[in-house]
Structures are given as structure tokens and as C-alpha cells.
């Protein structure tokens, strides 16, 4: 079964520190996709990589960063946690094969106190 | 730049009643168009899609969309809802081997 997987359900910080959230596929995805998902503002796109060690910004890049060293695992790093990075991450990943459909983790709830 | 509008952020429909939800994009080339729905607490699934052809897309769950590449739309529309239609649903945007931008959604409220 195709799976997209995030390391941590939930996960509680402190102003500050250094924060990595894990995802990784298991389809050989070329596309990979950090989201947050923030209420009355729908999920907005944080970074992607359209392949290994390649990166994009996206509409929200301020104050994260990625990481694509391999194929199936991409990662989100919060070099110093705000409070105003507290928020729903969503990882997701997609093939470049026409009709592919959007495979979503079922998200990291971070919290930075 | 790409971007998806969905000018409702609430709509309350009757059960048995039709529905729309609208969604408006921008973007500069043949748009890859998907809905998506939120359950409360749950993670999203992809209602439908459309990456090229018939305009008309069925999904599941009774849900349809139509693309209309004059007015940048692609709503979505089911002919009678159910209670368990309650949820919220997003509209996205993408190109092929490009990023996909999200609508703010729509929460969908049926009344009894």
C-alpha cells in the first residue's frame, strides 16, 4: 500500500529551538511537498523539490528550510521556532506520470510554546 | 503567479438540496485542477481531478466538476447532499511537474 509518512503526530517546542519534521514515500515520487495548514487560510505551500537536492520556494519560505538528500524522504527544518510557526504541517508527494493524484501524510501538529 | 480563489468560506445547505462550491484559479498554462475534502479530524482526500479532456469530471462520492477555461472555474457540484457530505473542501492548482497551490476552502454545513 502507497504511503506517505510523517515522523511525529504531534510534536510540542520551545521558542528558539531547531526543528526538523521527517517525511518520507515509499512510490518513488519525484515531487515532494511541504504544506501548512492553518484555519480560514487552507493549506499554503511552505517548499518543493522536484527532485533529489533540487528545491523551490514556495508562498510561505520565510523562516524554514528543506532538505531532499534522497529520493523519498524530504525534510522540513524550522532553524529557530516562533509561536507564529505553530500549525498543521502537511507533507505530500506526486509522481510525474500524467493522472497521478496528490498523496498526503497525515500531518505533524506543531506547537512551539 | 498561480492561485486559487474560493469566494465562500462558509455555505450551509439543506440535506436532499443541491450544491456548488465555486473555485476560481490563475494560472499561466494548462492548469492540472483538483478538490480535495477535510473531515473533522482527518486527513484529505481527493474528490476528483482534471488534467485534460472531457470538462465534465466525475469523482466519488457523487461529486462533479466542470472546468471552464473562459472563466477560469472549476466548481464543484453534487446533485443532492447528505449529511455526511459535512466537511471542508479545497480547490487546488498545479502544473505538471510544478507546485500545487491551495484554495483557502469551504466549509460545508448541511442542515436536517
Known amino acids: 500500500d502507497v504511503k506517505v509518512t510523517q515522523s511525529s503526530r504531534y510534536l510540542v517546542k520551545r521558542t528558539g529551538e531547531k526543528v526538523f519534521l521527517e517525511c518520507v514515500q515509499d512510490?518513488?515520487?519525484?515531487?515532494m511537498f511541504w504544506y501548512r495548514q492553518d484555519p480560514g487560510l487552507g493549506l499554503r505551500l511552505i517548499y518543493f523539490s522536484y527532485d533529489v537536492k533540487m528545491k523551490e520556494k514556495g508562498d510561505i519560505p520565510e523562516g524554514y528550510s528543506v532538505s531532499r538528500e534522497k529520493k523519498e524522504r524530504f525534510s522540513l527544518i524550522l532553524e529557530s521556532a516562533s509561536t507564529n510557526q505553530t500549525s498543521m504541517y502537511l507533507c505530500a508527494s506526486l509522481g510525474q506520470e500524467l493522472n497521478e493524484k496528490l498523496f498526503f501524510g497525515s500531518g505533524t501538529q506543531l506547537s512551539v510554546l | 503567479a498561480q492561485s486559487v480563489t474560493q469566494p465562500d468560506i462558509h455555505i450551509t445547505v439543506s440535506e436532499g438540496a443541491s450544491l456548488e462550491l465555486r473555485c476560481n484559479y490563475s494560472y499561466g498554462a494548462t492548469p492540472y485542477l483538483f478538490w480535495y475534502v477535510q473531515s473533522p479530524g482527518q486527513g484529505l482526500q481527493l474528490l476528483l481531478k482534471y488534467f485534460s479532456g472531457d470538462t465534465l469530471v466525475q469523482g466519488i462520492k457523487g461529486f462533479e466538476a466542470e472546468f471552464k477555461r473562459s472563466q477560469s472555474s472549476f466548481n464543484l457540484r453534487k446533485p443532492s447532499v447528505h449529511w455526511s457530505d459535512a466537511a471542508e473542501y479545497f480547490c487546488?492548482?498545479?502544473?505538471?511537474?510544478?507546485?500545487?497551490?491551495f484554495g483557502a476552502g469551504t466549509i460545508l454545513r448541511v442542515k436536517s
Open positions: 487546488a492548482v498545479g502544473g505538471y511537474g510544478n507546485k500545487l497551490v
Open positions: 512510490m518513488d515520487h519525484e515531487n
